[in-house]
């Protein structure tokens, strides 16, 4: 089955601006979770979202939202652009069910680059 | 609130030495334990879990890990590393019921000599 995609894969974006990312899990999975990998702080969770509803948020300010779609797929918008927020942003999804639960895979990353 | 140690920023080795990963978890009640990979370019991919049972897990490629619940530790073990396991090694936890959320480690990056 196909993995979990992320597009764009690398972004450039300019202080101040805001930016939308998107993955798509693996189907079948309704858990999307969302980290942010910097090489100063490592792999951070920002949130989760299951079956449309937000289950956890991690320590991030309110710039960071995201969504989930009945689909499934799941965006994750940055308002509000700073230097700081250049970062791998990795898309992870479970199923709810089997002999992987609670197992996340993830996908590519995309790279958001902050000039 | 829950946090992992990983002991070892970087380690370098010789292909056929022996590998242990230090890993130390803080959390008070049920975890399950984890250990990623990232090899260069790629994504996270999962090597082995540790759930419930027998303490000692085995991944892919011939890894293991050792549940210690006395001392909070997951450490990570091959018996002969090969050039190919270059990559960064991540352990990570899951705390609480229904919570699908990892707290990750900082990683140990090993790089392997032919």
């Known amino acids: 089955k196909a993995g979990v995609t992320q597009t764009p894969r690398y972004l450039i974006k300019t202080r101040g601006q805001q930016v939308t990312l998107s993955c798509s899990p693996i189907s079948g999975h309704r858990s999307v979770s969302w980290y942010q990998q910097t090489p100063g702080q490592g792999l951070q969770f920002l949130f989760e979202y299951f079956s449309e509803t937000q289950r956890n948020k991690g320590n991030f300010p309110g710039r960071f939202s995201g969504r989930q779609f009945s689909n499934s797929r799941s965006e994750m918008n940055v308002s509000t652009l700073e230097l700081g927020d250049s970062a791998l942003y990795l898309c992870?999804?479970?199923?709810?069910?089997?002999?992987?639960?609670?197992?996340?895979?993830f996908g590519p990353g995309t790279r958001l680059t902050v000039t | 609130a829950q946090s992992v140690s990983q002991h070892n920023h970087h380690v370098i080795l010789s292909e056929a030495a022996s590998l242990e990963l230090g890993c130390n978890y803080s959390y008070g009640g049920t975890v399950n334990l984890f250990w990623y990979v990232q090899y260069p370019g790629q994504h996270l991919q999962l090597l082995l879990k540790y759930f419930s049972g027998d303490p000692l897990v085995k991944g892919i490629k011939g890894f293991e890990a050792e549940f210690i619940k006395s001392k909070f530790s997951f450490n990570l073990r091959k018996p002969s590393v090969q050039w190919s396991d270059t990559a960064e090694y991540f352990c990570?936890?899951?705390?609480?019921?229904?919570?699908?959320?990892?707290?990750f480690g900082k990683g140990t990056k090993l790089s392997v000599i032919p």
């Open positions: 992870a999804s479970s199923s709810s069910r089997g002999g992987d639960l609670y197992e996340q895979y």
């Open positions: 990570a936890l899951r705390a609480g019921a229904g919570s699908y959320q990892l707290t």
